[in-house]
């Protein structure tokens, strides 16, 4: 039978047969009141080899709860990946982003022959001589700053320079620049060290100026989800644009909460359909974590992969259970393989205390149901009093319908002509009556003839 002993804090099996020992794991006890073998500094500890394996299942699983805890919680804590206070970034080909808002209007200055040539970082470029100042660009709101091919780590485009000897310049943008951006030194060996310079400046044209520029790049940051989207339309992004969370929702701003009668949001999301698999479901967490009660529903909860063509909407359901002065915080994390979590905050005020769920369909449910019952009841009303007044009334045609008595009264006094309502029978009384009295009898005519009548006479 194979036994095991402790010594220190490994465990060690020893095997009859072989007559070996091999080192099971390692592991600390808690019960540090083992007792100790005679003669011997460490203590031993002998059982079956079956409880090893149980003791080993067992400190197994408590290990795989703590990794899967971490996680989630190194989920939760993640910071968001917030777009840059400026528009001098870049994404470079791996997707993680560099930010150079830092580096805003840092002029870089080369000399050339008839004048020099001045970058201001993310800002212009111009050329300086003794006749003036030559505007070849300016760097515009939105981001031309993009990954470069080759030796070229990034691109930099400037539009809208002057338009003096250029207006049939390409779609009448005046004069441009391009300025190559290098990560370190020059090709050339130049410019080692400092905050860079230009290595090289080439004219293609009076209109178009290529520069190449060498500076000490940023380290990378977060690698970003490109292409992915929220907003609460799907073809708008007020809450992320391209991976990367917007102003307003990446803290809590009380100028961004939503009001106490808003009891659910709508969110859109849309993601490149080649890496929305990548997408998993939402975390929410609450602070404080008492007082408003918050769950998600919708095709996003579930982990449906949201694309472009067809986004996922994730319903956010929300009930103030206590009131407070400042905004309860909602944050919502949307891990992705491969990349750093989406996550954004949305705040709530809570004015009072929601106790039944408000829902702003719940007042047109009640007036639907309350309209069909009417119905209903007017209907079997109209159908019982057209059935009474032809069965026990003897009454016809409309003069059966229940109200019309009525009815007709309020038109005579309305007409005020005494002209009232007159049935079908009445009528033909009337006329009756008429015919009877206006027309002379048809018998008398006949009778008084006959007795005039002479024979033979002319």
Known sequence: MKTVRKVRNELWEFDPLSRRESVLSSFRFQNQNIPKAKGKSHSLLYFPAHQVDFLDMHYLSWLLIIISTTVLLQALGAASVAVPSSNCYVLDNSSHILDFSDWVGQPFQYEGKDSDLVVRFCKDVESRSQKGYIDFGQFDKLN???????????????????????????????????????CGSCLNGECKGGLGCICNVTYESTCRVLVDLAIPCERSGPRVFEGFTVGFHPRSWEIVYNGMTQLGFEKSHHDFSFRTEQVHVALYMTAIASLSNLVRNPIIKVFPEDGLEVSL??????????????????????????????????????????????????????????????DGTRGWAIFGVTSCICIVLSSLFC??????????????????????????????????AGQSYSRAADRNSVFASEAYWEGPPVHAQGEGRTSVRKYGSI
Not at 150 to 158: L, W
Not at 311 to 338: F, H, M, Q, S
Request: charged share 20%; aromatic share 10%; proline share 5%.
């Open 144 to 182: 031309y700053f993009v990954t470069g091919s080759g030796k070229v780590d990034f691109v930099q485009d400037f539009f809208n320079g002057d338009l003096m000897n250029c207006e049939q310049s390409y779609d009448k943008m005046g004069r441009t620049a391009q300025v190559n951006i290098i």
């Open 383 to 416: 159908c019982g009093g057209f059935i009474y007044n032809t069965r026990v009334e003897r009454l016809h045609g409309i003069d059966a319908l229940p109200g019309m008595t009525i009815l007709s009264a309020c038109l005579e006094t309305v007409s005020g």
């Open 297 to 358: 529903s919708g095709s996003g909860a579930t982990g449906k992969p949201p694309t472009t063509l067809s986004p996922t909407v994730l319903i956010v359901d929300w009930r103030c259970e206590k009131a407070r002065d400042t905004p309860y915080e909602v944050n919502i994390t949307i891990p992705v393989e491969g990349y750093e979590p989406i996550q954004f905050i949305l705040t709530k005020m809570c004015e009072y205390r929601q106790d039944q769920r408000e």
